[in-house]
C-alpha cells in the first residue's frame, strides 16, 4: 500500500507543515483577520503537496495496478470523491 510504503515522506511532510501552523495562526491573529480563515490554510503548498503525494500514490497503487476493472473503478470514485471535496 501506498502510504505504508511512502510513509516516512509523508510524516516529513505532515511534520512540515504541523511547524508552521502556528505560524499562520498567530499571523491571521496579529493582522486581525477573523480565525475562521484558518479554515482555508489547507490550501497553502505544503498541503497541496501532501495531497498530491498521496493521491499520485493511490492512483499507482490502486487504478493503475489494480487488475480486477470493478475495484478499479469502486478505487478511482472515491479518489474522484476526495479531489471534489478537497476543490471546494
Same mark, same amino acid.
Given at each position: 500500500?501506498? =502510504?505504508? %510504503?511512502?510513509?516516512? %515522506?509523508?510524516? =516529513? @511532510? /505532515? @511534520?512540515?507543515?504541523?511547524?508552521?501552523? !502556528?505560524?499562520?495562526? *498567530?499571523?491571521?491573529? @496579529?493582522? *486581525? #483577520?477573523?480565525?475562521?480563515?484558518?479554515? $482555508?490554510? !489547507?490550501?497553502?503548498?505544503? /498541503?497541496? *503537496? &501532501?495531497?498530491?503525494?498521496?493521491?499520485? *500514490?493511490? +492512483?499507482?497503487?490502486?487504478? /493503475? @495496478?489494480? !487488475?480486477? +476493472?470493478?475495484? $478499479?473503478?469502486?478505487? &478511482?470514485?472515491? /479518489?474522484?470523491?476526495? #479531489?471534489?471535496?478537497?476543490? %471546494?
Amino acid at each position: 500500500m501506498h =502510504t505504508i %510504503k511512502d510513509k516516512a %515522506k509523508l510524516l =516529513t @511532510r /505532515v @511534520r512540515r507543515i504541523q511547524g508552521r501552523q !502556528p505560524h499562520w495562526k *498567530g499571523n491571521l491573529i @496579529r493582522k *486581525g #483577520i477573523a480565525l475562521p480563515c484558518c479554515n $482555508r490554510l !489547507p490550501r497553502f503548498a505544503a /498541503v497541496n *503537496g &501532501l495531497m498530491a503525494a498521496i493521491i499520485e *500514490g493511490h +492512483l499507482t497503487d490502486h487504478i /493503475v @495496478r489494480e !487488475p480486477e +476493472l470493478e475495484q $478499479r473503478q469502486q478505487d &478511482l470514485d472515491a /479518489v474522484l470523491q476526495v #479531489i471534489k471535496s478537497y476543490l %471546494k
